[in-house]
């Protein structure tokens, strides 16, 4: 049911997204409530996609639909979906300050997508292996709380992905508890760079940039 087709992804804000396969699977991944900043999201989904217990990635009530919930690591099926949970930290310290995160990798419409939560180091090998190739990948690249700019940067020369999307970092919409960079900072040397100028954008197996790529989302109430 989830292999052909173009896939189109949604910024809710933050790290939250909204993954839909020509409208009849959709996938909302970390929703979170209110206090955030942003508005919470206001979507309905058939699989909610949770990386970590923390209140700005956990917030399944706000999804409508009755959504099917994957979290943890290890492999899942929602919907008939594949989904594979690689276990990391959301710190540099074992998970000692922040806890456990969830890196989740499944499969939309032929495209291999790779959210990595709120990850807080850079992969090791065995993560990479683990996750295998990835077509579109969603890092946060604000810091403070995830791995910063410069670290995100590593994780995408690991991954070696077609499509790059940031998110958790600093927008206007953002709380003041929240003390991260911008996107300028992780743009800087990047050859491939697409301002999107909307919250959305649309994916089919064939028309991937053959040159990793970002694409930077424009966040819209």
């Not at 959210?115 to 604000?142: N, R, T």
Request: aromatic share 10%; glycine share 12%; hydrophobic share 35%.
């Amino acid at each position: 049911m989830a292999n052909k087709g173009e896939v189109t992804v949604k910024w809710l804000g933050h790290s939250s997204f909204l993954i839909a396969l020509n409208d009849t699977v959709k996938i909302v991944t970390d929703p979170f409530d209110s206090t955030v900043g942003y508005p919470a999201p206001d979507e309905s989904a058939d699989v909610c996609m949770i990386s970590h217990d923390h209140f700005d990635h956990n917030c399944v009530s706000v999804v409508k639909g009755d959504p099917e919930v994957v979290k943890g690591t290890g492999e899942k099926e929602a919907k008939g979906i594949k989904f594979k949970g690689v276990g990391s930290f959301h710190d540099d310290t074992g998970g000692s300050q922040r806890g456990e995160n969830t890196i989740w990798i499944f499969e939309l419409g032929g495209i291999k997508f790779g959210h990595v939560g709120d990850l807080g180091i850079a992969l090791d090998d065995s993560q990479v292996k683990e996750m295998g190739a990835v077509d579109v990948l969603f890092v946060p690249i604000g810091g403070f709380y995830t791995i910063d700019s410069a670290t995100a940067s590593k994780v995408v020369d690991s991954l070696n992905p077609k499509v790059v999307i940031p998110m958790h970092y600093k927008t206007p919409f953002l709380g003041d508890n929240f003390p991260l960079a911008g996107v300028d900072e992780f743009l800087k040397g990047k050859e491939e760079v697409v301002k999107v100028g909307s919250n959305s954008v649309s994916f089919s197996k064939e028309n991937l940039p053959g040159k990793t790529t970002v694409y930077v989302l424009e966040y819209k109430r």
